[in-house]
């Protein structure tokens, strides 16, 4: 192992000095830097066609691209958000053959033949879908970041009420759940807001469940 | 994320056959846990064998009245199952507990049993952590360890498994059923599945190389009053600090399970003796000789006020 | 335009778009997915390449050795950033450590290499690749321990470090009742949804930077400083910013490494901060330990008010201004407040929404719910008792508005205070034990120098263009609002183009002084345009009036967009101060109140009910202002109940750095809230009349929970964050 002149410890990873470690079993002997591997041949890639908002796309994609960044950078939908891009914020959420995911991780060569319904695919600036109108009404967003994910849950969230899907707030798990804003509020904690919105969200979605009932 | 090749499963064996011969090669089906560590390079897995295909999605009620649920069953699915949440309402209660809503769409009761642990340490690839790399030292030991395990630790790794349905699993006392390579096949006791860290904290569970979880088998209704609480600093979307899954029957007997405290569901047979002298009794027995850290001592008061909580409300 | 004079009669006052609750003109395209934010920019930069950012392992210490060559080697890599190939860079006058580090590192996960590739899988994958040996050095860590070491810092943003007023040591040890008391807060992640982006782009020498950016002005300057361009070389665009929270006050690291990418490259590339790094690698809301100390007579009224502050931050950065408010916000004839600042090598500690007031009114409103117990005094009571109408330090200075006590009295009407059991613990239902709890709400409002361009077209378009941001606030309908008022036209007819460093420079957005800065810069050009247009028309009379997309004067009214027949009508001005902020105290106030169910088994906390009353000023939008103020609500329980950047000691750095870790409210933490503003025009803040409120909503919230928490079962947490495993030990067995 080569040691630099008057350093000290390894030549591979971090070389610690000083006193501060008092975790100093815990001192990564080589944590910090990455062990160089034999250069990659060219990264697989495979086609995959899916339906996005009714319309056919056929895409060969890195097996690596998530169904996120195949929607982002290759068909341009940047509606759907990359918040964390690791499932713990919600922003990336989108409806796949009727059900709400986090696009974030899932790779795209799995959605093969697949029905993806994104933000754009729900309505336009000019014909606003009930659930974007009542967020608008009720003024449910903020910076509009997570606005997208928020809109795509709810819209599910009220499909899976609908079809009887359990969730925690349920006083009995056997009973059908009913619409409440309790039930919403658990059911659409999966898309965090940091601007706060949720309370003028939930009045949202509940305007626009009433609208759908009627 | 390292470059992976990526093949589509066309039967579970064949499935088991190819991640045999592949060196590096893992399963995926609904990736929440596995894309997550991939994307840092906590997994490096040099192929991937989709397995979402296979016809592992069904939940069939068995011979001796039980049910079998298909490794590829969603946790939605499994969770709105009328058998499930009228027999094992905890099954229920545990995955709803869970993730969230776009999370339980996806992920499935095999992946469910594998997720990793949420330890910090592990999940930072630039501190030293033996369960991410063997040998490099524990980072959690003596660093930020209040979610993590009270019992059941070792020097080398203190991690948590941080899954709500395997707590409901342990609790009923479910069999995990594999194909292996060769083709044969094995059932697991759920309580055999996952492991303590001991020295070999990379780990986490019994699973020989290749072989492939194909269902989870639940034995009979055990009746009584099914219970899961959860308790976590943020009211949904959040690991357990401490989880409590009970059955209790109408006598104040019952079996109790805990999530959140160590390496595995724990589960202690000899102290479910105890349950109907209270939650102190139990948690007495269930907890004896934990190892806990300044951080996460807490988690024992919490675990035996929580059981408390639920059998107060068994009796109610 | 000069705003040296109060505030008179002008067209604003009209309120026939202002003050109205009016849904956001931008809400079509933020709830379509229409909107741009700064990684999405395929219209304007197609093509870009992917940058990925590493961040270094280790908090203090050098890099030894960097090996780029297998990083280079792999597939779709067309460059990497490094500091050593990166050419001299020189540090923003904003940034307090280095965006690109190397060879020393002065934070964990500072930057220390972009890798450029084709495609975003490319680059992360080859980032991994890059061998880079360090040496660590020792470094502090531990505010606690650093105690002893922290000096009064020389006056900054927040004012002297230190203020006394009185013999405050004399008055104290005299006080009948006294309370002192530690508290602290820990560090704090702004946490906003859409993380550090940029997305840039070289034409010849000129740089186009479309960033996620709060103030475009400030990070024009540091781009062009930290690049050594001329300022006229660099653009930054920002339309959309997907929340900051002051976490995009300043220039990060993904503006300077995707310019410095694309310059690699040799065409656009885009750079957003992943999500694990950001904690560590941009800005925190540094922690705080305060003591506070509090002197009484027996019948409540305060002789000495003591608040002292601790803080740490890197070499060259500032303390978190935690006891500005209590210089201001009740009376007392002794009073002392100082912020000491420590050195600590973790990241960066800067502005996070409310900085100073946020976590100081966190501890100051708890001590003022302990003193009012000592005193047996209803909460609410012994505020209004120590109520000041003029600045505590200098009686010739009175606030411009002071209503604190007309939003405590009106808020604990409409909560229902008067429910609230004296004795903790006292109301259970069920499984919960339920308590109340308020606090005051106060901050400081800011004005800045902010400038538009208005112009009207032949069509009777009225467009206006400011650099000003809206990063949530709504700053797109207050200014279309107040055009449309001034112009006297409908909302509609307006069209406002923001965040582009071509535009004028506005006051951006921070410190809650956006909505009335901007709107007051707005309202300078549209006067200027005003008087165009009357030339324009050929009316001389003083008294035109602009309406319903008239102008009118005496019997003659002709339409607007007549002036703009012979070409567009463009003026440019801004709004700029006099002393008017010295004569008065221009304050913003509210009152919390909250109600908390503690899980008497587990000592879970759920927030049941929330009300916040603020007095404001005018109220330009009531509907984006009441949802700043939930907004701010939601994030105050946050600060209350679980947001903690958990800091390893050993290792330097902030553990918990991702969503998962990091936990920040959701849906289910959230009840339903009320807000009420209360009537006030402030004539001394702007014409606008206006003070900020995106802040205010934060202040106070945090003590006002535990409050509620103490209330609700008896337990007493200084320790932010008030989470269970604190409640427990004081717990009664549960039954």
């Known amino acids: 192992m080569d040691r630099p002149a008057g350093k000290g410890v390894s030549r591979r990873g971090v070389l610690v000095s000083g006193a501060a470690c008092a975790a100093a079993t815990a001192m990564p002997a080589s944590a910090s830097s990455k062990e160089p591997s034999a250069p990659m041949k060219t990264p697989p890639a495979l086609p995959v066609q899916v339906k996005v908002n009714g319309k056919a796309a056929a895409l060969t994609v890195d097996t690596r691209t998530t169904l996120l960044d195949a929607l982002r950078e290759h068909l341009h939908l940047t509606g759907t958000k990359k918040g964390c891009d690791h499932g713990q914020c919600g922003a990336c959420t989108v409806i796949v053959n009727g059900r709400r995911i986090n696009s974030c991780l899932s790779l795209a060569v799995m959605h093969d033949g697949d029905s993806v319904t994104t933000i754009e695919g729900l309505g336009t600036p000019e014909d606003l879908h009930p659930m974007q109108a009542a967020f608008v009404r009720h003024d449910g967003y903020q910076c509009g970041y997570c606005t997208p994910g928020q809109i795509c849950s709810a819209v599910a969230v009220l499909d899976e009420i609908k079809a009887g899907i359990p969730s925690h707030v349920a006083a009995d798990v056997a009973a059908s759940p009913a619409f409440s804003e309790m039930e919403i509020r658990e059911r659409m904690s999966g898309n965090i807001c940091r601007c706060g919105a949720y309370s003028n969200i939930v009045e949202a979605i509940r305007e626009a469940a009433g609208r759908r009932q009627a | 994320m390292k470059a992976f090749e990526y093949t589509r ?308 | 335009m000069k705003f040296d004079t109060p505030a008179t009669t002008n067209p604003i006052d009209r309120l026939k778009v202002v003050g109205k609750a009016t849904d956001r003109i931008d809400g079509p395209l933020k709830t379509t997915g229409r909107a741009p934010y700064a990684y999405e920019r395929h219209d304007v930069a197609p093509g870009a390449a992917y940058g990925y950012v590493l961040g270094s392992a280790i908090a203090k210490g050098r890099i030894i050795g960097m090996d780029l060559t297998a990083a280079k080697a792999a597939p779709g890599v067309l460059a990497i950033v490094t500091a050593e190939n990166a050419g001299k860079l020189t540090k923003g006058n904003f940034n307090t450590a280095n965006l690109l580090g190397g060879p020393e590192i002065e934070h964990y996960h500072q930057a220390v290499a972009l890798v450029v590739a084709e495609t975003f899988e490319q680059a992360r994958a080859a980032s991994s690749l890059i061998r880079i040996d360090y040496a660590r050095t020792k470094g502090r860590f531990d505010l606690e321990a650093e105690m002893a070491n922290a000096p009064l810092p020389p006056p900054g943003f927040g004012g002297p470090s230190e203020s006394k007023v009185g013999n405050f040591a004399g008055a104290f040890a005299a006080a009948p009742v006294q309370l002192d008391a530690r508290y602290t807060t820990p560090d704090h992640s702004h946490a906003m949804m859409e993380p550090h982006a940029s997305t840039a782009k070289w034409e010849g020498d000129q740089l186009l930077l479309w960033t996620s950016n709060q103030m475009i002005n400030w990070g024009k300057g540091d781009v062009a400083r930290t690049l050594g361009l001329p300022k006229e070389k660099v653009r930054l665009m920002s339309p959309f910013v997907g929340g900051g929270f002051g976490g995009k006050l300043f220039v990060r690291a993904d503006a300077i490494l995707a310019a410095l990418g694309a310059k690699a490259a040799g065409r656009p590339v885009k750079v957003a901060l992943q999500r694990p790094l950001i904690a560590n690698n941009t800005t925190h809301r540094p922690a705080t330990i305060q003591r506070i100390r509090l002197g009484a007579t027996r019948d409540g009224k305060i002789t000495a008010i003591g608040h002292e502050s601790w803080s740490g931050d890197l070499p060259g950065g500032g303390p978190e201004t935690a006891v500005g408010q209590t210089r201001l916000l009740y009376a007392g004839e002794n009073r002392l407040t100082a ?397």
């Open chain 2, 9 to 316: 499963a066309s039967s579970p064996a064949d499935a088991a056959a190819l991640a045999a011969k592949t060196p590096g090669a893992r399963f995926i089906a609904g990736g929440t846990n596995l894309l997550d560590l991939m994307k840092l390079e906590i997994e490096t897995p040099t192929h991937l064998i989709d397995v979402n295909k296979l016809a592992l999605d069904r939940i069939e009620e068995t011979s001796d009245g039980g049910l079998r649920i298909g490794a590829l069953v969603r946790n939605t699915d499994l969770a709105a199952d009328k058998r499930v949440r009228r027999d094992y309402a905890v099954l229920t209660r545990a995955i709803v507990a869970g993730a969230s809503g776009q999370l339980r769409n996806k992920a499935t009761t095999a992946g469910n049993l594998l997720q990793r642990t949420r330890c910090p340490y592990f999940y930072d690839p630039n501190q030293p952590c033996n369960k991410r790399k063997p040998g490099s030292g524990c980072a959690a030991i003596g660093g930020f360890s209040r979610q993590l395990a009270v019992i059941g630790t070792s020097k080398a790794c203190i991690a948590t498994y941080p899954g709500d349905m395997a707590i409901a699993m342990r609790l009923l006392d479910a069999t995990v059923e594999t194909v292996k390579p060769d083709g044969s096949t094995r059932k697991i006791a759920i309580a055999d599945f996952h492991r303590l860290p001991g020295d070999t904290p990379h780990l986490d569970n019994t699973l020989q190389t290749g072989e492939l979880i194909t269902a989870v088998t639940l034995p009979k209704p055990l009746g009584g009053k099914h219970f899961y609480h959860k308790v976590r600093d943020r009211a949904s979307y959040a690991f357990a600090l401490v989880s409590v899954a009970a059955v209790v029957q109408k006598d104040g007997t019952g079996r109790v399970a805990f999530g959140g405290m160590a390496h595995k569901p724990w589960r202690v047979e000899a102290a479910e003796a105890a349950l109907p002298k209270g939650a102190a009794a139990t948690a007495k027995i269930a907890f004896a000789g934990a190892t806990p850290t300044h951080d996460n001592a807490f988690k024992l008061q919490l675990a035996e006020r929580t059981l408390a909580a639920v059998l107060h409300e068994a009796r109610g």
């Open chain 3, 339 to 735: 912020m000491r600042l420590a050195v600590l090598d973790l990241p960066e500690g800067n502005a996070m929404r409310a900085p100073g007031e946020a976590p100081g009114l966190m501890a100051l409103e708890i001590a003022m719910d302990e003193m009012a117990e000592k005193l047996g005094m209803d909460p609410v009571e012994f505020r209004a008792i120590n109520d000041t109408q003029v600045d505590p330090e200098a009686a010739n200075r009175p606030f411009s508005q002071r209503q604190l006590i007309q939003c405590m009295r009106i808020g604990a009407e409409k909560f229902g205070w008067a429910k609230r059991a004296k004795a903790p613990g006292a109301i259970r239902e069920g499984r919960w034990l339920i308590g109340m709890g308020m606090a005051a709400a106060f901050r400081n409002n800011l004005n800045g120098k902010s400038g538009a361009r208005v112009r009207l077209d032949g069509k009777g378009v009225v467009t206006v263009e400011t650099d000003m941001t809206d990063i949530g606030t709504g700053t797109y309908t207050i200014i279309a609002q107040t055009a449309a008022e001034m112009m006297g036209v409908p909302l509609e007819t307006v069209v406002v183009r923001l965040g582009d460093s071509s535009f004028p420079a506005s006051a951006g957005s921070g410190g809650q002084w956006g909505a009335n800065s901007s709107t007051a810069g707005v309202y300078a050009a549209c006067s200027m345009l005003r008087d165009k247009v009357t030339a324009a028309l050929g009316f001389n009379s003083a008294d035109v009036v602009f309406e319903d997309g008239h102008v009118r004067a005496g019997n003659r009214s002709v339409a607007l967009a007549e002036a703009a027949k012979g070409g567009e009508l463009v003026a440019e001005d801004f709004m700029d101060y006099g002393d008017l902020a010295k004569k008065y105290q221009q304050s913003t106030f509210g009152a919390h109140f909250v109600e908390v169910g503690v899980d008497a088994a587990t000592a879970e906390v759920r927030v049941r009910r929330m009300l916040a009353v603020c007095a404001a000023g005018r109220i330009l939008n009531p509907k984006s202002a009441r949802s700043q103020v939930i907004g701010a609500m939601t994030m105050g329980v946050g600060s209350a109940l679980m947001e903690e950047l958990a800091v390893d000691k050993r290792f330097g750095y902030f553990v918990n750095h991702d969503l998962a870790g990091y936990e920040v409210p959701v849906h289910a933490d959230i009840p339903h809230q009320e807000v009420i503003f209360l009537e006030e025009t402030d004539p001394t803040t702007s014409p606008m009349k206006a003070k900020g409120v995106g802040e205010l909503g934060l202040c106070g919230v945090g003590a006002a929970v535990a409050n509620a928490i103490y209330n609700a079962c008896g337990v007493r947490v200084r320790d932010y964050p008030v989470t269970l495993d604190k409640l427990l030990p004081g717990m009664p067995a549960f039954a």
